[in-house]
């Protein structure tokens, strides 16, 4: 008879003998697939984890920032301006939402403050949103606050600029940000007006046409409607500050910059702007520094129309103007800013779009109403206003 020497268990594999088990090896190739899954699928679940809480508690500010696709409250006297402003901001096609604007009530002591002292401004972010956030947040105080508002209004607003740049560049330094913002400022005071502008942003006023220049009607419905809404008698009030302009051009030559031209003109091939708060990374070619304007407001002077690009990039300043006025006459206050960034959607622009409409007259939305509000909703893009009525009765006496 034949003895057959049994093994111990564990010694099977080494005698060649195979058992049922399909676990790895350790330090197999499947081995180390199996642990780097393992942990793979556990970063994913720590990241959703995380990321969830956050959103949960508002920790999360980019997730809050993309949130603000367009406009959710118009107030016409926000922050208790003089002249009442039609506001809207839309992401537009972009995934996300960098522009910003802001509206302020002018304080300050002293004989040359005027009743009617507001200021109104629009930030046009680029590389994140925290330079035009940082700008909504403190650039209107900081011109308001300055030691020669408002004496010197042109030289307070240079100062805020200037001020707001070195602060944010500081954090941005130390944050490692590569974030920017264009800057666009308007202050009225005793019927003057002050632009201080860095970057493509744009101010127009709409001027009211002399009896003289109204156009001929033709008695065609159609063709009347639009002549009445053309105002061709338009002031641009600021220039956009793009690298090829021949001055900007020359300026960052001089400071040893480049101007590249990819899909556009760019500082240094990465910036389609030459002014702006903040780009530390590409300091000082970029320059903070703004032109300033200022001129006495006349009784023919209608409507201030300030935008982002993203109104400029698809219409002209007569259309601007043409689409304003038909709306400041067919829809309520409220929704007139609305309706020109709805038409740069339609015309074709990719943006975010942002625009303030200032009544320089009072009669289109008029003071006597106090503070009109109105909530606009999301889902229904409709707007909700107890007031509509009396509004457009008034406008059509």
């Given at each position: 008879?034949?003895?057959?020497?049994?093994?111990?268990?564990?010694?099977?594999?080494?005698?060649?003998?195979?058992?049922?088990?399909?676990?790895?090896?350790?330090?197999?190739?499947?081995?180390?697939?199996?642990?780097?899954?393992?942990?793979?699928?556990?970063?994913?679940?720590?990241?959703?984890?995380?990321?969830?809480?956050?959103?949960?508690?508002?920790?999360?500010?980019?997730?809050?920032?993309?949130?603000?696709?367009?406009?959710?409250?118009?107030?016409?006297?926000?922050?208790?301006?003089?002249?009442?402003?039609?506001?809207?901001?839309?992401?537009?096609?972009?995934?996300?939402?960098?522009?910003?604007?802001?509206?302020?009530?002018?304080?300050?002591?002293?004989?040359?403050?005027?009743?009617?002292?507001?200021?109104?401004?629009?930030?046009?972010?680029?590389?994140?949103?925290?330079?035009?956030?940082?700008?909504?947040?403190?650039?209107?105080?900081?011109?308001?606050?300055?030691?020669?508002?408002?004496?010197?209004?042109?030289?307070?607003?240079?100062?805020?600029?200037?001020?707001?740049?070195?602060?944010?560049?500081?954090?941005?330094?130390?944050?490692?940000?590569?974030?920017?913002?264009?800057?666009?400022?308007?202050?009225?005071?005793?019927?003057?007006?002050?632009?201080?502008?860095?970057?493509?942003?744009?101010?127009?006023?709409?001027?009211?046409?002399?009896?003289?220049?109204?156009?001929?009607?033709?008695?065609?419905?159609?063709?009347?409607?639009?002549?009445?809404?053309?105002?061709?008698?338009?002031?641009?009030?600021?220039?956009?500050?793009?690298?090829?302009?021949?001055?900007?051009?020359?300026?960052?030559?001089?400071?040893?910059?480049?101007?590249?031209?990819?899909?556009?003109?760019?500082?240094?091939?990465?910036?389609?702007?030459?002014?702006?708060?903040?780009?530390?990374?590409?300091?000082?070619?970029?320059?903070?520094?703004?032109?300033?304007?200022?001129?006495?407001?006349?009784?023919?002077?209608?409507?201030?129309?300030?935008?982002?690009?993203?109104?400029?990039?698809?219409?002209?300043?007569?259309?601007?103007?043409?689409?304003?006025?038909?709306?400041?006459?067919?829809?309520?206050?409220?929704?007139?800013?609305?309706?020109?960034?709805?038409?740069?959607?339609?015309?074709?622009?990719t943006d975010n779009i942002t625009a303030q409409i200032i009544d320089l007259t009072g009669q289109f939305c008029p003071i006597d109403d106090k503070v009109i509000t109105a909530n606009?909703?999301?889902?229904?893009?409709?707007?909700?206003?107890?007031?509509?009525?009396?509004?457009?009765?008034?406008?059509?006496?």
């Amino acid at each position: 008879m034949v003895e057959i020497n049994e093994l111990p268990v564990g010694d099977a594999f080494n005698h060649g003998i195979q058992d049922d088990s399909t676990e790895p090896v350790e330090g197999s190739f499947w081995w180390w697939c199996w642990w780097l899954s393992v942990i793979f699928v556990g970063w994913v679940m720590a990241r959703f984890l995380v990321a969830s809480i956050s959103r949960y508690f508002g920790w999360d500010l980019d997730y809050e920032m993309k949130k603000l696709s367009h406009t959710d409250k118009v107030e016409p006297y926000h922050n208790g301006v003089k002249y009442a402003v039609s506001y809207w901001s839309d992401m537009g096609k972009r995934p996300y939402q960098e522009d910003r604007h802001q509206e302020l009530r002018g304080k300050g002591g002293g004989a040359n403050i005027g009743s009617d002292c507001s200021l109104y401004g629009v930030f046009d972010g680029h590389g994140g949103y925290r330079a035009s956030q940082y700008c909504k947040e403190r650039l209107l105080q900081y011109i308001n606050a300055d030691e020669n508002f408002p004496n010197n209004i042109e030289s307070a607003i240079k100062s805020g600029f200037y001020k707001i740049d070195a602060e944010f560049s500081a954090n941005a330094k130390l944050k490692l940000l590569s974030d920017g913002s264009t800057a666009l400022v308007a202050c009225i005071n005793n019927r003057r007006l002050y632009i201080g502008n860095a970057g493509d942003c744009r101010a127009i006023l709409i001027k009211k046409p002399a009896e003289t220049d109204k156009p001929q009607l033709t008695g065609n419905h159609y063709h009347d409607t639009q002549l009445k809404y053309d105002y061709n008698d338009i002031d641009v009030l600021t220039s956009d500050h793009k690298p090829n302009r021949p001055d900007e051009e020359q300026r960052i030559k001089k400071l040893g910059g480049r101007v590249v031209h990819w899909g556009r003109w760019r500082v240094q091939g990465v910036l389609a702007v030459s002014r702006a708060i903040g780009d530390v990374n590409l300091q000082p070619y970029v320059t903070c520094d703004p032109e300033i304007c200022s001129r006495n407001l006349e009784d023919n002077d209608v409507i201030i129309v300030i935008a982002s690009d993203g109104v400029w990039d698809a219409l002209s300043n007569e259309h601007v103007a043409r689409c304003v006025m038909q709306a400041v006459y067919t829809k309520p206050w409220i929704q007139v800013a609305r309706e020109l960034c709805d038409e740069a959607k339609i015309m074709g622009s990719t943006d975010n779009i942002t625009a303030q409409i200032i009544d320089l007259t009072g009669q289109f939305c008029p003071i006597d109403d106090k503070v009109i509000t109105a909530n606009i909703s999301k889902t229904t893009n409709s707007v909700i206003h107890a007031e509509n009525d009396n509004v457009n009765s008034k406008k059509s006496s």
